[in-house]
């Protein structure tokens, strides 16, 4: 086995192992579309010969069936909300920490890195 299958072999399964719910979601109403989808031809022959009058029902409620499930497969594939930027209601509680100096500043203030910042700078 190349390396490259490896690599691809390895991103293919860890992308697999994390969003497993996500694919099995999707796999399973797309499977589900198909064999509604398969399946509307035997049953619109039997409604033709027995109850005419029910085939336009059937017509409609696969048809339903079948976006409902491609719209559950579009909604798996909208992004996490995990990666989002923090929303404004978690703005607020940063503000009133603000007082507080950061991490950032406290190691700003710190004379071995203002003289090393100085001797750079004065170069």
Known sequence: MSLYRFARMSALLGF???Y???IFNMVAAAAFAFVTSWLYTDIASYLQT???QWVGAA???????????????LWQLKPSDR?????MREAPAAESESDKPSRLD????K?????RKDAILNK
Request: aromatic share 10%; glycine share 2%; charged share 15%.
């Open 16 to 18: 697999a192992g994390k």
């Open 20 to 22: 497993r719910m996500k």
């Open 50 to 52: 027995h109850y005419p």
């Open 59 to 73: 017509l409609v409620s696969k048809t339903l069936i079948v976006y409902a499930a491609l719209f559950f497969l």
């Open 83 to 87: 990666a989002s930027p923090p929303t």
């Open 106 to 109: 406290e190691l700003a203030a």
């Open 111 to 115: 004379p071995k890195l203002t003289s």
